[in-house]
């Protein structure tokens, strides 16, 4: 949809983004669930110590994740090195397995990348992960040896999650979640679930109109474990497919419509901020593949193909060399929906942003790295910065999320799962997403 220069510039005339403020959360944001936290050993005296503590601990975590995400990407890359790429999970059993000693091919491939940091490629993700190493190990004669500390690290808990909680279920996959580095993993799929929700908002309210909305968490496509794609640079999906989503279905009008992306992880902040002053061509790849045994469900294939529609030029195109059975298509933001768009830096656990309340929150794929006292705070902070009537939308199905959300004051309203993929012989690919409600009216 291709807006009028006019009323582009009416818009932006007429709508201003006041600047946001991160408030650190207080013993009183969180009366309903002092039962809870007392009974945990957090109390008033003791609260603000904790969440020093939190904090302290959540930006290790930030430093981790994106060392994590270097180590994939050693292991990955095709740009720096001509030798094979080589699967984490594979890299991690054979070290396990092998007494702690690091494979000679993962070995290989980390000097490489310590070659290529000297060099001067232009790379944009070797330029980010350049910038990280140098930062992390400032003399050049401890990079090598550091680089293999972190790899050890990262594949103990790799091997931890597909070989040894795998085998123990569910909840020991979860609880490693719980202390992990923070990753910025994206994908266009996440975009769906979100799209299906706002999809049930408007069917419970046709006149529903939504012009502030956070997205927390919206990540960056640097380097994942699995479907790692070098088609592109670095790109976030979600601000875009939300945005998309709420004009298509006619719950917003770009022109009136503030979207604030906020991001634990400065390098997203930054991403977002320039992508929003110079609006990407985003590469457009489903991280699913259809093959002879997985097939793409109707819906998701009607999604994808008209995903991007609503803000900007969208072009079909075949899928990148290798890639066979994935969707593909190009879309170039228009500059209207990126000034839409705004990127603030948030811990969600120990802060929110004071300003005018939000009519949409959305926390996709995050919920999951917090604990249970993690989870009290978060949904306090989104309590505080939804406004009467708002919704908070999530894909997390811990099953004291909603007892919690119920007594912090955003009960749940409604939840649907969507199916991605079918898959022979095994259940499908599919997420649930869930609906809350503030309750009053905007």
């Not at 994939?72 to 054979?94: D, G, H, N």
């Not at 979600?238 to 400065?266: E, F, H, M, T, Y």
């Not at 999320?401 to 309203?413: N, Q, R, W």
Request: charged residues 20%.
């Amino acid at each position: 949809m291709r807006l009028p220069a006019i009323l582009c510039a009416v818009g932006a005339a007429l709508f201003v983004q006041e600047p946001s403020r991160a408030t650190r959360i207080s013993w009183n944001d969180l009366a309903p669930l002092h039962g809870r936290l007392e009974s945990r050993g957090i109390t008033k005296t003791s609260f603000d110590a904790y969440v020093d503590r939190v904090r302290e601990d959540d930006l290790r975590r930030v430093r981790e994740g994106d060392l994590d995400h270097l180590i994939f990407y050693a292991l990955q890359s095709t740009r720096f090195t001509r030798r094979l790429p080589i699967e984490p999970a594979l890299s991690a059993k054979a070290l396990i397995e092998g007494g702690q000693h690091v494979p000679a091919d993962a070995a290989a491939r980390i000097h490489d990348l310590i070659e290529a940091i000297d060099s001067s490629s232009a790379d944009p993700r070797l330029v980010y992960f350049r910038a990280l190493v140098r930062s992390t190990f400032p003399k050049t004669t401890e990079r090598e040896a550091g680089l293999i500390l972190e790899y050890t690290r990262a594949m103990k808990f790799v091997y931890d999650k597909e070989f040894v909680a795998q085998r123990a279920g569910p909840a020991a996959v979860v609880e490693l979640y719980r202390s992990r580095g923070l990753s910025t993993d994206t994908e266009v799929e996440a975009g769906y679930v979100v799209h299906t929700g706002l999809g049930i908002l408007k069917s419970l309210d046709a006149a529903a109109r939504i012009r502030r909305v956070l997205i927390v968490g919206p990540g960056l496509d640097l380097a994942p474990r699995t479907g790692y794609l070098e088609t592109s640079a670095p790109q976030s999906y979600q601000p875009w497919a939300v945005i998309d989503a709420l004009v298509s279905l006619g719950l917003s009008r770009v022109d009136n419509l503030a979207v604030i992306a906020a991001d634990i992880n400065p390098r997203v902040v930054d991403y977002l901020t320039n992508a929003s002053r110079s609006p990407p061509a985003l590469t457009l790849v489903s991280g699913i593949a259809e093959t002879s045994s997985v097939r793409l469900a109707g819906d998701y294939r009607d999604y994808f193909d008209g995903l991007g529609r609503s803000i900007g030029e969208v072009t079909t195109q075949a899928p990148p060399k290798g890639l066979t059975g994935h969707l593909s298509k190009a879309v170039r933001v228009h500059t209207a929906a990126a000034r839409a768009l705004y990127a603030e830096q948030l811990d969600i656990v120990t802060a929110r942003l004071e300003g005018e309340p939000f009519d949409l929150i959305v926390a996709t794929n995050i919920l999951p790295y917090f604990d249970d006292v993690q989870l009290m705070l978060t949904l306090a902070n989104i309590q505080a910065m939804l406004a009467p009537g708002g919704t908070f939308m999530h894909n997390e199905s811990r099953p004291q999320l909603g007892e919690l959300a119920s007594a912090i004051g955003v009960p749940f309203e409604q939840s649907r799962q969507v199916t991605i993929a079918s898959v022979a012989g095994a259940a499908p690919l599919a997420d649930t997403i869930w609906l809350h409600r503030k309750p009053g009216s905007r």
